[in-house]
């Protein structure tokens, strides 16, 4: 059966603890109600389960809502706390929140909002468990870095990578910058047979080609000037093991046609050698660019391209999966606020709702700095807008207008305006050279200039 979440109300006024059962009769909670703190301790020892969420009121005579607040996070640490307060009382809340409250509420209650604050936080809560339990089971393992989301679109990439990882055939990974491409390819190998041999790396487009060359196959003693002894190449250093080759599209056609060669009969051939080396590897490529249209134009050899291309994995865009955001979100906040020894942080309801509707043009990459730029800039519980990038701080709803500061950098300008046009355009990169007047090539470059798209 479905978890039925658990909530706990606390209030020495009975009207005001109907009125709250009242608004959440129709939610499908298990609703269970105190009529003091000390009931409420009474009701949290005595009962086997946890409560997902407890509302209570901060001015209880006997215990109080802050009493209370301490005895939950020292014993059912999980559960979430909401405070109801009265005016005088806020600033005694917003101190709440610094001790692990989540949210507080005011008087007069809102009974429509108290009810949507209840589901946002049981649905958040909700999300939270998935996640726990997908990295769970990634954990068993040994894999603590995974793509986080529920959303349909990386189920789809879960599913597939549960169904490849343990064959040896060669993936294709296709997505834009940011998107977790390289997180995709190393679980693809820790989840296989090969988890206990080496999981080599190479850029391709961080290598001009005689470069790459050299780093694929390795070279021989004196092969060329300055060549003073042997050196392996990536191949052989990944024997029995993954060669994940990133940005696959920027090597050179020479390079391409050594490597088809590799994938075909599994040997190479040292710079300057002769010998045939035998090699056992898993191929993983990743790619940024559209593979296909690349083929069309000659910069990638066709006959390669199907070799590579047996089983592909798309990684959906921050944009496609928008649900995963507040997730997301909140994993970054806690992995931030622990690695720089903060306390607790959180971004309000409004705060959440910009972020899920920012285009987040380098993806789950560029959420991950800015929730982190974001807690190291924060001094407080609340992170502030001012404490994201200006590209997030001047979006609104309406990407039609942008206000800059005097004294913006022109490199911070461009990288605004690109961004914020491709926001107005849904991410279309033809509509949105078209209407900053310049060739789709330029556009191109400008997005991996300031890494913003690829």
């Known amino acids: 059966m479905p978890l039925k979440e658990r909530v706990l109300i606390v209030d020495d006024e009975i009207n005001i603890r109907e009125a709250l059962c009242e608004a959440l009769e129709n939610e499908g909670y298990d609703i269970a109600i105190a009529k003091d703190g000390e009931s409420a301790i009474q009701t949290i020892k005595g009962s086997l389960d946890v409560f997902h969420v407890i509302v209570t009121d901060l001015k209880m005579g006997g215990v109080s809502g802050l009493d209370l607040l301490d005895f939950i996070k020292k014993n059912s640490p999980t559960t979430d706390v909401i405070l109801i307060t009265a005016f005088g009382t806020v600033e005694t809340a917003v101190r709440a929140l610094k001790e692990g409250a989540y949210d507080y509420l005011t008087k007069p209650l809102d009974l429509i909002h108290f009810r949507v604050v209840i589901k946002k936080l049981i649905e958040k809560q909700r999300l939270q468990r998935e996640n726990i339990e997908l990295k769970e089971i990634l954990k068993l393992r040994g894999e603590d870095e995974v793509v986080i989301g529920t959303s349909p679109k990386i189920r789809e990439v879960y599913d597939i990578v549960a169904r490849v990882a343990d064959t040896d055939v060669t993936v294709l990974i296709e997505g834009e910058s940011g998107t977790g491409k390289d ?272």
Request: proline letters at 4%; hydrophobic letters at 40%.
């Open 183 to 454: 997180v995709v390819a190393r679980t693809i190998h820790r989840r296989s047979r090969r988890h206990d041999g080496p999981y080599i790396i190479i850029n391709c487009a961080a290598l001009p080609e005689t470069l790459l060359e050299n780093e694929l196959f390795g070279h021989e003693k004196d092969a060329y000037t300055g060549a003073g002894s042997l050196k392996r190449g990536r191949f052989e250093l990944a024997h029995e093991g993954t060669l994940f080759l990133d940005e696959v599209t920027e090597m050179g056609t020479n390079s391409q046609a050594d490597f088809l060669r590799v994938l075909e009969d599994g040997i190479i051939h040292r710079i300057g050698g002769t010998t045939p080396i035998k090699v056992d590897v898993r191929v993983v490529a990743a790619t940024n660019r559209d593979l296909k249209t690349a083929c069309e134009k000659g910069e990638f050899r066709q006959d390669l391209y199907y070799r590579l291309n047996v089983v592909s994995i798309t990684m959906p865009t921050l944009r496609e999966r928008r649900e995963d955001i507040p997730v997301l979100v909140d994993c970054f906040l806690k992995e931030f606020a622990f690695k720089h020894r903060k306390d607790h942080m959180f971004v309000s309801d409004d705060m959440m709702r910009l972020l899920v509707n920012y285009h987040w043009p380098g993806n789950v990459r560029e959420l991950r700095n800015a929730i982190e730029r974001a807690v190291i800039l924060g001094r407080g519980p609340e992170i502030q807008p001012k404490h994201f990038p200006p590209s997030i701080q001047m979006f609104s709803a309406s990407p039609s207008k942008i206000e800059i500061e005097v004294g913006t950098p022109m490199s911070e300008v461009e990288k605004l305006l690109i961004s914020r046009t491709l926001a107005a355009v849904n991410g279309h990169r033809r509509k949105a050279a078209d209407m900053l007047g310049i060739s789709v090539r330029t556009l191109h470059n400008k997005l991996r200039e300031y890494d913003i798209s690829e």
